[in-house]
């Protein structure tokens, strides 16, 4: 049961040192997206740490997205792009769900009610790993030397409101995994059978084929 307490504070920490380390050598990910991906499919920390490289890979996608003074093909490679991060993320937190449920269920010593949270444990991870994402690039235009001072300030206030929602979040995570060890609740993973991407569901795709 501290093992899984353990993992899960040490996934935390992870998601704040990968967004550091990545952003140092931002420009060169191929090799470390390959690595990534190469993951032991069932260790919570590689799970963690590929859930986290999808969201910084849409983070900076979606910025390049934005983009007005760029042609419409950059625009529409960033939505294809986008499509498929989007679709690894969702994966992964099904992922992240099952290997929790597989790690905490032989430890569960009662029997549990049919009462569940409104988010999984693997959406709560992949809010965490999303809000570390805004911390650091809050805390970048909070120190800006090209902007204005009230920006500046601005940017301030809100990374420090991010940083007290990340704790909050955290605590409601662990708080969760204490209800499930508890009997209080319940877990299961929700699938969220994403059709856009499927060339048989989506019939934009399956009429033109």
């Not at 269920?105 to 790993?129: C, F, H, V």
């Not at 999303?130 to 235009?141: C, G, V």
């Not at 601005?154 to 662990?174: T, V």
Request: hydrophobic share 35%; glycine share 2%; charged share 35%.
């Amino acid at each position: 049961m501290d093992k899984i307490y353990g993992t899960l504070k040490q996934g935390f920490m992870i998601q704040e040192e990968l967004t550091e380390k990545w952003h140092i050598k931002e420009g060169d990910m191929e090799e470390e997206y390959k690595r990534i991906m190469e993951r032991r499919e069932n260790d919570l920390i590689e799970i963690f740490s590929a859930l986290h490289f999808m969201n910084y890979s849409l983070w900076h996608v979606e910025d390049t997205a934005r983009r007005l003074d760029v042609p419409a093909s950059v625009i529409a490679d960033c939505k294809h792009r986008i499509d498929v991060f989007n679709q690894k993320r969702n994966n992964l937190i099904e992922k992240a769900d099952e290997a929790l449920i597989s790690a905490i269920e032989p430890l569960l010593t009662q029997k549990t009610p049919e009462k569940y949270n409104t988010e999984t444990l693997g959406m709560a991870i992949d809010r965490m790993s999303i809000i570390a994402l805004k911390i650091y690039h809050m805390r970048e235009q909070a120190s800006r030397s090209d902007a204005g001072q009230e920006q500046r300030d601005l940017c301030a206030k809100k990374l420090s409101q991010l940083s007290e929602q990340r704790e909050r979040l955290k605590q409601s995570i662990l708080d969760l995994l204490d209800d499930c060890f508890a009997g209080r609740k319940a877990i299961k993973p929700y699938f969220q059978h994403k059709m856009y991407n499927d060339p048989n569901l989506n019939p934009e795709l399956y009429r033109k084929s």
